[in-house]
């Protein structure tokens, strides 16, 4: 027992010893922790720093030196400043609270951090993209909006960067728009010659009901777009209150080039929704033959109204409708030559619009084929081709993924393009015919896409809900909306009529 008590009493006058000891040389441990500190920043300096730059660095640190040592007292008060500067360095900051770190300056360490991969080459000497870096070199310029998010962002990158090459582009710009959030667009801009990129959220485009727009004779409200895509104004009512948006106008006038549209939509995006709205607007001045491919019954509430010359579902009767559509552009163009010839005015019949709107025709095309028929789309072509000059319009209307079957003089010849919903970058580029430099979000509302018409870069579009009235899950008041704007009463010219009797009797 004795023997124990000794052996505890010995441990604790070992541990007091060692507390006074530790007491008495704690400054001196808190100044040479603070001078390792010291040594480890001036050794990390010396191995950043050029070969070409350390001799005039060194002769800089004699220089100073020299000067301390001549000045009364000089090297005294370095030492002085150098021991105070390793006590601050050397401190125990276990008991100070840990400063909470800036939420702005976690993202975009973040978003460096994932760019690193893509904008880094082993090979650089001096990369402006390294593993553990700091972004505040390379990224000129952020904002981030009232939720956090970041919002704007301005960076540099290297120049071996092939910005020119579009995998490589769209590898940033997937990044980017990762680390940013994928529930917003992203528009970004490539400075090629200064290797800055630009990337900037875009605001959601409001949605609106169809409506009758303001326009001129021949042109046609596809939708609402951002003030970069356009040049004007239209007064439109939004939710009830009257506003004024930029909208996207397609002019469909005898001189224009873009006489017909090509549109493409993933499920549900809203493609029928398109056709109904330009159905409705060109109503009043133009007559309409609707062939519906799928064969839903979604432009049942177009039968039997005034202009609407037929609204087929099958494929014998779309074949019909479609042949009779031939004929009366081969007739247009007789009865324009006459005119001409004769020094007269073409009849009213002649140059009244006719718009052919088709629903999915793809689907008739497969069912064609495999009964041995025409294929519907091969005879557009005649209207496709002479339509600009009789006043023939042609819209189709298509499923994204059935974009290869479309025939190539329908690619051909609808110069006007529209795809709707969230398309990859290939698939935007092949729909619109060129890159697509605004990145869809993960989730868009119906009529939600991109649009271009002629050599225009494509523009963002919201299409103006127009559901099917006999639709009971549409929204009331869009739905009533429809029916406000559909005809009837027959309104056309009486020039018109004999035509359009050829076409009301029932094809068999």
């Known amino acids: 027992m004795s023997l124990n008590r000794n052996l505890v009493r010995g441990r604790e006058l070992a541990r007091t010893a060692g507390d006074h000891v530790a007491d008495a040389l704690g400054p001196l441990t808190v100044v040479g922790r603070g001078l390792r500190h010291h040594l480890g920043w001036l050794r990390a300096w010396w191995k950043r720093t050029p070969t070409d730059r350390r001799g005039p660095a060194l002769l800089l640190a004699a220089a100073m030196v020299g000067a ?35 939420p702005a300056h976690l993202k975009l360490q973040a978003v460096y951090a994932a760019l690193t991969p893509c904008l880094a080459r082993a090979d650089d000497p001096r990369p402006l993209y390294a593993h553990g870096g700091d972004h505040t070199k390379v990224f000129t310029r952020w904002e981030f909006d009232a939720e956090g998010r970041l919002a704007d962002l301005e960076l540099d990158y290297p120049a071996y960067f092939p910005d020119s090459e579009p995998a490589a582009r769209a590898r940033v710009e997937q990044v980017l728009q990762a680390k940013a959030g994928r529930v ?31 326009a001129a004779p021949g042109e046609i409200v596809l939708g609402i777009t951002d003030a970069e895509g356009s040049d004007r104004t239209i007064p439109v009512r939004q939710g009830g209150i009257p506003t004024h948006q930029p909208p996207v106008v397609w002019r469909t006038a005898a001189r224009t080039a873009d006489a017909h549209l090509l549109a493409f939509g993933t499920p549900r995006a809203g493609t029928s929704t398109l056709l109904r709205s330009i159905a409705l607007q060109v109503l009043p001045w133009a007559d309409v033959v609707v062939i519906d ?25 779309a074949i019909a409708a479609l042949q009779w559509a031939a004929g009366e552009t081969t007739r247009r163009l007789a009865a324009l030559d006459r005119a001409r010839l004769g020094g007269g005015t073409p009849p009213r019949s002649v140059t009244r619009p006719l718009w052919l709107l088709l629903d999915h025709p793809a689907e008739l095309s497969e069912l064609a ?111 009533q909306a429809v029916i406000a704007l559909l005809p009837h009463t027959d309104t056309r010219t009486e020039a018109a009529a004999p035509t359009a009797d050829l076409v009301k009797r029932p094809v068999r």
Request: glycine share 10%.
């Open 68 to 102: 301390l040592a001549v000045l009364p007292y000089g090297l005294l008060l370095a030492a002085a400043a150098l021991a105070a500067s390793a006590a601050w360095a050397g401190r125990d900051r276990s008991a100070e609270p840990a400063a909470a770190p800036d």
């Open 184 to 214: 917003r667009e992203y528009r970004f801009g490539w400075d090629e010659e200064g290797n800055r990129l630009r990337m900037q959220a875009l605001a959601p485009l409001p949605g609106i009901t169809v409506q009758p727009f303001v």
């Open 293 to 317: 491919g799928a064969g839903t019954g979604e432009h049942g509430c177009l039968v039997g109204r005034p202009g609407v010359r037929r609204v087929e579902t099958s494929l014998h009767g």
């Open 369 to 479: 084929h495999a009964e041995g028929r025409p294929d519907p789309q091969d005879l557009l072509e005649v209207p496709l081709r002479q339509g600009r000059a009789t006043r023939i319009g042609v819209v189709v209307a298509e499923h994204l993924g059935a974009l290869e079957r479309i025939r190539p003089v329908v690619r051909a010849t609808a110069k006007a393009r529209l795809v709707l919903g969230t398309p990859t970058a290939a698939q935007a580029e092949a729909a619109l015919g060129a890159p697509l430099e605004i990145t869809p979000p993960a989730r868009t509302p119906a009529g939600r896409g991109y649009a271009r018409l002629g050599a225009a870069a494509p523009v963002r579009i919201q299409v103006p809900a127009a559901p099917d009235p006999l639709d009971d899950d549409a929204p009331a008041d869009q739905r």
